[in-house]
């Protein structure tokens, strides 16, 4: 990737949009340009979806819990990783390092699902236990991670001379 390539990902993650005449509007690039480097960037597979993100809150998904799965387990830990992903709401899982096995994002319907969850959790016989923080309020729930950069910083760590 070189700088015109992060400037589009920068670009996209401000505008929320993969439009490439917003996209020109923005950085200056020519319309072509991007098509062709958009093209590039998806066959590489830098860019994974036609960013169709949803706004879960809208969606009726707007409970979100956090939960710190604590697991005593033999054998492989993909076979813990399956069965907590198959669990309904899971969005987001995390094999983690430390006394914690797995950190967990779910979105519910509302706070009475978020007994079923962690029900669901406990029926698993590999879980010992879990903490669980139920969002107040969400600061900053990203799906695009270059947001939270500065385009010079981007330049400056990610872009080959």
Same mark, same amino acid.
């Given at each position: ?11 996209? +993650?401000?505008? %929320? ?21 958009? =093209?590039?960037?998806?066959? =590489?597979? @830098?860019?994974? =979806?036609?960013? *169709?993100?949803?706004?879960?809150? +809208? ?7 956090? +939960?710190?799965? !604590?697991?005593? *387990? ?5 076979? @813990?990783?399956?069965?907590? !992903?198959?669990?309904?709401? @899971?969005?987001?899982? *995390? ?21 079923? !969850? ?5 029926? !698993? ?23 939270? *950069? ?6 400056? %760590?990610?872009? %080959?001379?």
């Amino acid at each position: 990737m070189d700088e015109r390539d992060i400037t589009l990902l920068k670009a996209i +993650a401000d505008l %929320e949009t993969g439009s490439p005449e917003k996209l020109h509007e923005e950085t200056g690039i020519p319309v072509s340009t991007i098509h062709y480097r958009l =093209n590039k960037l998806k066959e =590489n597979g @830098v860019i994974t =979806n036609d960013l *169709y993100d949803l706004d879960l809150e +809208a969606l009726g998904l707007g409970v979100t819990v956090l +939960a710190e799965v !604590l697991t005593d *387990y033999h054998g492989p830990h993909q076979d @813990v990783e399956e069965k907590i !992903l198959a669990i309904e709401g @899971v969005t987001k899982a *995390y094999f983690t390092m430390g006394e914690t096995d797995f950190i967990v994002i779910a979105q519910l319907s509302d706070s009475d699902k978020v007994e079923r !969850l962690i029900t669901d959790f406990e029926s !698993l016989e590999e879980v010992e236990r879990t903490n669980s923080t139920f969002v107040i309020s969400t600061l900053r729930d990203s799906k695009r991670a270059l947001e939270s *950069y500065t385009l010079e910083t981007l330049l400056a %760590e990610l872009a %080959e001379e």
